[in-house]
């Protein structure tokens, strides 16, 4: 076979959104964040696996998702159970150079370059942006994304909601959390 492609693995950020499914070996960005839409719409929106877990395990609050949501992460919560923050674990917990192992694990037997974005967090600086372009080009990546968080004014998903986006979200969540499992919804 010369000059040609056979394997690839698509970017699945998007259409993981409209499909409600995995988005590959790409981690959750957060449990609870802000989706920025639509000339400044903003979504406030959880995680439904997470909140099913939450709910079951008697640990879902209002309260939780509020605290969660100020960072998106729920490593640093206390009294989250550790298999939740073992199963839940979001972009920005995992250290740059685990980003870009997973993508390189996944390059080596695959064709076309592997899309894969590499979350800094806000207080990196040129110094971690250089080391990841190095250790990408080491493990033979094709190519690397690095997203600084907070290097945009405007990003489409961001942590911490204002109150009011919170206070509003529970208030839609009472008449519909949206997301139906099984094949008939009855919303």
């Known amino acids: 076979m010369r000059n040609a492609t056979v394997t690839t ?3 699945t950020g998007t259409i993981s959104i409209i499909a409600g499914c995995s988005s590959g070996i790409e981690p959750l960005f957060a449990v609870s964040y802000v989706r920025n839409v639509m000339e400044g719409t903003r979504l406030f929106e959880t995680n439904h696996d997470f909140e099913k877990m939450a709910r079951r395990g008697k640990i879902f609050s209002q309260r939780i998702i509020h605290e969660i949501a100020k960072n998106g992460s729920i490593q640093n919560i206390s009294y989250i159970p550790k298999n939740l923050k073992s199963l839940f674990v979001t972009a920005l917990d995992i250290p740059p150079e685990v980003h870009i192992k997973m993508q390189s694990a996944f390059q080596k037997y695959t064709d076309n370059a592997v899309s894969k974005t590499v979350n800094l967090s ?11 372009y190095l250790l990408a080009h080491r493990l033979k990546s094709k190519g690397i994304i690095v997203y600084r968080y907070g290097s ?5 998903l961001t942590v911490e909601p204002s ?9 839609a969540d009472s008449e519909f959390g949206g997301g139906c499992e099984g094949i008939i919804c009855p919303h």
């Not at 806000?122 to 990841?132: H, I, L, Y």
């Not at 109150?163 to 208030?171: A, L, S």
């Open 9 to 11: 693995i698509a970017p």
């Open 152 to 156: 945009k004014p405007n990003q489409v």
């Open 122 to 132: 806000q207080s990196a600086g040129p110094d971690e942006v250089r080391k990841a």
């Open 163 to 171: 109150d009011k986006e919170f206070n509003e979200q529970i208030v």
